[in-house]
């Protein structure tokens, strides 16, 4: 009976490690990703955010419409000149894929800044610097500067455009993301 | 029968015993010393609270830890972003003064392997620093020593709370040290890539509400173009 207890042990301590290494301890939740082959072997994907309805948070001195209700923004002056916003960030599907940040800048010290953070929690993140001048129909583009995870090794661009919902007040529409993002070539065998 | 029951009963003894080493394992003392402290290099040193009603805004999934706040904020109960945290904290220089605003991005992990006690965070931060610039910091967190010392005994206390002194490195990759990756987007930090450790100190700890005492810190290991500004440092 001794030696079927001493066997229970190890099945036991058997058992738990085996449990541990087959069912991940996280299982993020995916969605297909919507992305489409461009002729340079790179890949272009669109996400979208809709405002006010996915904006979770308007941060700047400047307004008094900050959003959530309640926030306790800074009121440095140092922080006169800083708009900070952040979103749920949706695909082409309008399904919630992730969250992303937008700050824009001024500062006399260290310029203009306009640049987004897309994290997608099952993918990885995005860093884009923008350029601050607009192009003809309203579109910025703005170049990777850095990615994580599955972005870790790309390169690219992302524009951004705001479409405004005329028929349904100021303030109000959509802002439009398409990444255009390449690989790093691979050696030559 | 009996040889039955001493089999069930050891299968028990022996997954107690698998989860008692899990938590005691010496093998996985986290790291006492961050490899940005042995450097030369100038170093910019941002501090910041990481309970939650201290942010100017932190939202999760009204189910985890940590109530949201302000309370209308919106809540990330989406599947795609619901073991996702963010944080938008006022970080402040060895002054006490704020010096920049950060957001943070927190999901949980699916590189966890809590056999190698790793109980993993991939996070980034989104920063501005008035007159400096703007940079962001890619890393993975190891918050494994941070469950067993603090949350699973506040957890199995009594009172359901944890004091005492907890500090420790969550800093976990992907740099080669163990460092998280600084990459400057705007001003001074335009361009620059550098090494980043994060490390949080927790005092108090509830089972019912989070962090009651934590504070956060980033350490950035700045090229030697770059000078840290002496209030940050």
Redesign the interface.
Known sequence: MFKTFIAGILLGIAGVAAALHTFPAVDQHRETSIISVKPNGGNSEKFHVSVPMDRIMLGASATERSVPAGMDWPQDPAFADLNVELFKLRDARDTVVGVASRIAARDAAAGSAIEWVLHLPARGSVYVTVEPESLEGGVRRGSLRHGTREFGALSGSMTERWISAADTGEGQGRIELETAFLGAAEPDE | M??LL??????????????AFLLLNPLAEPRALSPLEVGDQPQMMLNYSLVPADA??H?NNGETRGDPT?????Q?W???????A?T?A?MSGATGE?RA?G?K?A????S????RNE??I?S?W?I???????F?V?QRENRFDYLRTVVLPAMWSSGKRWRGLWRGNVSAG?GSLGTG?F?G????FAGLDADVIESHTVRAWSAESGPVAKEGMLLVELPETVEAAADVL
């Open positions: 009996k040889y001493s089999l069930a009963v050891g299968i028990l003894v022996g997954a107690v015993m698998a989860f100017i805004v939202t302000p309370g209308k904020v919106q990330l989406e599947p795609a972003i619901r073991n996702t963010v938008v006022a704020t605003i957001i991005f999901s949980l992990s699916e966890t392997r809590l056999l109980a993993m991939d980034v989104h501005y620093m008035p007159e400096r610039g703007t962001v890619g992907p990756r990459a987007g705007s001003g001074e």
